[in-house]
């Protein structure tokens, strides 16, 4: 069996004058600081007449450098003082300690920079609401197809819907295009990501145009002028932000475009982020590739106000079966789908991304029952302190309000460190 071995006892004397002298709460815990130092093994190794004068010498700093506070004062007052003399302690603790309290941060910051990372990745995407005006009443309108599926829906279509439907304050088509900006000068050419639209799209999104003005009616009709809405993206990178170039032309696919428009800064184009041009759709009726079976656009559209997006899908629905019913072969099925935008555009990314926070939530409950476990640990190496704290007259409350110091100080390092990291994740 193992013998017992009492841990070394201070010299009498100078214990008694540090607890006649080291009165409140600052003088208790500059008192446990002294104890907790006494029992450090580097301390408990020397021999007795080492251990006596060190205990002597810190006993003479402590008398020489505590000054009790003889002004009264609030009951409020002397918490917040204690609190930071408690503060103050648990960092000479934790600083005496430097392996326990680097392993405590780090894994600490592993979990919470993974979990900041992701939510501030989740935040904008799922969470935070679209940069548009009543961005609830925007919505994407697809033909149901054979499966029960989203289609895109013929011109004909579109304009059926658009004409008919009462419970819409706008709709637009939209197509992809991708023109080849034809360089001027020294400039070279490029391919560009575009977008044809009937003219009340920027509309239904409740945005215009920061230099310029945006399309109109007009622009739609054969034979009118050819006109482009730019991104701030291109012409700042394209043209250096000049605003001259409101009105003047550009080749596109070899043939010349007024620029009309530069998107303001702050736009974002949520229905395809890669667009950086934008130029009137100009579909009629006597074109082949407006035919209702033609399905290569989409919709969007606004719901008046005050109208769920709930009951525009009960009306479109009834009137894509209408339509089908009136143009027979045309349709597989007839009936709509109606979704909010936001869903629309998050439907691909929103399992993974549930997925991935579920997942880095476990992570962080796993780094804190580790941290927790660490701390239980230290708790039961600092027995003897505290009994000799609570022999001196620490109550319950006082080692709790130091612990929870200590926990403090530890989560905001934690914290600092964890923010850091999240900003190197993302």
């Not at 006892?9 to 446990?32: C, F, K, S, V, Y």
């Not at 000049?242 to 229905?271: C, K, Q, W, Y």
């Not at 349709?331 to 997925?355: E, I, K, M, N, S």
């Amino acid at each position: 069996m193992t013998s017992y071995t009492a841990p070394p006892r201070p010299p009498r004397l100078a214990l008694r004058l540090l607890e006649r002298r080291l009165r409140g709460d600052e003088g208790d815990a500059l008192l446990g600081d002294i104890l907790e130092s006494f029992a450090d093994p580097r301390i408990a190794e020397r021999s007795p007449t080492a251990r006596a004068l060190w205990f002597w010498g810190e006993t003479i700093i402590a008398l020489r450098v505590f000054r009790p506070r003889a002004l009264p004062h609030s009951a409020g007052d002397g918490l917040m003082r204690s609190f930071a003399a408690d503060l103050r302690h648990a960092v000479r603790l934790l600083w005496r300690a430097p392996a326990f309290t680097a392993l405590c941060v780090l894994t600490l910051a592993l979990g919470i920079g993974a979990a900041t990372a992701i939510f501030s990745v989740v935040n904008p995407v799922l969470l935070r609401p679209l940069p548009y005006p009543g961005a609830d009443r925007i919505a994407m309108v697809w033909e149901r197809d054979a499966n029960g599926g989203r289609s895109n829906m013929g011109w004909q279509t579109f304009m059926d819907v658009a004409d008919r439907a009462q419970t819409l304050e706008s709709a637009a088509a939209v197509g992809s295009w991708q023109p080849t900006l034809i360089g001027d000068g020294a400039a070279e050419s490029e391919r560009l990501v575009g977008q044809r639209v009937t003219w009340r799209y920027l509309d239904v999104l409740g945005v215009q145009p920061g230099f310029g003005r945006g399309l109109l009616a007009d622009d739609e009709t054969a034979g009118a002028p050819r006109v482009v809405i730019l991104s701030n993206r291109l012409w700042t990178r394209r043209y250096s932000g000049d605003s001259t170039i409101i009105g003047r032309t550009i080749s596109l696919h070899g043939e010349l475009h007024e620029v009309r428009g530069i998107m303001p800064a702050t736009f974002e184009n949520v229905v395809d982020p890669a667009a950086d041009v934008w130029r009137p759709l100009r579909y009629n009726a006597t074109q082949p590739w407006a035919c209702r079976t033609c399905r290569h656009l989409r919709m969007i559209a606004r719901a008046r106000e005050g109208v769920p997006l709930a009951t525009v899908e009960h009306e479109v629905d009834a009137l894509m079966a209408d339509i089908a019913a009136r143009n027979a072969g045309s349709y597989p099925v007839g009936g709509a789908t109606v979704v909010g935008l936001q869903d629309d555009v998050t439907r691909a990314v929103r399992p993974v991304l549930l997925a991935v926070t579920g997942a880095t939530l476990l992570i962080l409950l796993i780094v804190i029952a580790n941290v927790t476990n660490l701390q239980l640990a230290r708790g039961l190496r600092r027995e003897e302190e505290f009994a000799i704290r609570t022999a001196l007259g620490a109550g319950r409350g006082r080692l709790t309000r130091q612990l929870l110091a200590e926990g403090v100080v530890l989560a905001a390092l934690a914290g600092v460190a964890g923010v850091l990291t999240a900003h190197l994740a993302l």
